[in-house]
């Protein structure tokens, strides 16, 4: 039995991580700030003895140290001390705001390696990033993790801000596991998504959405031409605990994760309206965004070599669990009124 800390524990691949490891039962200590989630997500676990939940802010020192209290306090038990580190400002909005996205995404990921070093963890999972690639997306077999980063091109906005901070935090990690502090890795995550995120802010949440709310599709430009892959959060998270599971893996190296789905934005409208039951789905054009990339595939060869883990979930079988979410969602609440 291991003790799991995981930091953003109510997001998307947070809650998935916290229920997997419970069912298996290791012990969890989550804690989130509900920045851009709730403690819906997680409910079903709060009344579990194996799982312990506190609303904590990662750049708050006081409830840093009481949570490396409590870990101390704990973790002579147990097998193995592994930290996770979900805690991140994400959403497309937010990738604006330089300041929060520097606190939590650099310096709120920095003190939490440093408190797991301090607590002697045996491991600690850095959530990395994809947009890491900028305009270099994708390319014959997809973008690997040794492909070149080709800063030069990258958009100079207040938006690369979140790149630019989760590359560091790759150093940072791969720096620890040079001087033997720690064992670990960084994850590009390509697109997650989940039948639960609070805001219609990601794509697929907002397609949903709209298409629920009148039927009419706003997309920007770019969504003419633009293909994505969407990874679903129960296989990022299966991803976070196969590269655990590999000791090779644990090397301070990044991993890519993503599907080999790649689908346009239009066929997604059209897949997102097909499973809520729609036919021709309108679709509006209004914006554009620079320096986006048409495709964005990610080479998974070195995760799929050094572990046993590939995507099981298929855009389809996704979409089909995101519909059923929202009208059994909906379903409550009209019953409520
Ligand atoms: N969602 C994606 O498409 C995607 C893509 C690439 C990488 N990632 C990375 O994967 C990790 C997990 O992301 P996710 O998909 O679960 O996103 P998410 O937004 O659902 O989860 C992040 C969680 O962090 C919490 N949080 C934010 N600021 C916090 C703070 N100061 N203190 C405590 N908690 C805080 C949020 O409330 C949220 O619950 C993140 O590091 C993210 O950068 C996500």
Not at 42 to 64: A, H, P, T, W
Not at 253 to 270: F, G, M, P, Q
Request: aromatic residues 10%; proline residues 1%; glycine residues 6%.
């Amino acid at each position: 039995m291991d003790l799991y800390v995981i930091s953003g524990v109510s997001g998307m691949t947070g809650n998935e991580l916290a229920r997997k490891l419970v069912a298996a039962d290791h012990r969890v200590i989550g804690f989130d700030n509900f920045f851009a989630s709730s403690v819906k997500t997680v409910e079903d676990l709060l009344g579990d003895e194996r799982f312990s939940f506190y609303e904590y802010d990662i750049n708050c020192k006081e409830q840093m140290n009481r949570l490396k209290e409590e870990v101390q306090s704990r973790k002579a038990v147990f097998k193995k001390l592994i930290y996770i580190n979900c805690a991140a400002v994400v959403h497309t909005e937010h990738f604006y705001h330089v300041e929060s996205t520097f606190e939590t995404n650099v310096l709120g990921m920095k003190a939490f390696l440093e408190q797991a070093i301090e607590a002697e963890a045996d491991i600690y999972i850095n959530c990395s990033t994809s947009e890491v690639y900028s305009m270099n997306s994708w390319g014959e077999n997809g973008v690997s993790e040794s492909d070149y980063i080709t800063m030069a091109n990258a958009e100079h906005s207040q938006r690369t801000s979140y790149a630019a901070g989760k590359l560091l935090t790759e150093f940072f990690m791969k720096d620890a596991v040079i001087e033997q502090k720690i064992k670990g890795c960084s994850i590009r995550f390509a697109n997650v998504y989940s039948k639960n995120e609070l805001y219609p802010k990601h794509i697929i949440p907002y397609i949903l959405n709209q298409l629920q709310s009148g039927g009419n599709v706003e997309l920007l430009e770019n969504s003419k031409v633009n293909y994505r892959t969407f990874l679903h959060n129960e296989d990022s998270c299966a991803a976070v605990l196969a590269l655990i599971r590999s000791e090779e893996a644990l090397d301070g190296s990044v991993y890519n994760v993503a599907t080999d789905e790649e689908i346009s934005i239009i066929d997604l409208v059209k897949l997102c309206a097909e499973k809520l039951g729609m036919e021709n789905p309108q679709i509006t054009f209004k914006g554009y965004r620079e320096s986006d990339p048409k495709r964005r595939r990610l080479n998974t060869d070195k995760i799929r070599s050094r572990t046993d883990w590939e995507p099981r979930i298929t855009l389809e079988q996704g979409i089909e669990m995101c519909v059923e979410h929202m009208r059994g969602w909906q379903w409550a609440c009209a019953s409520n009124e």
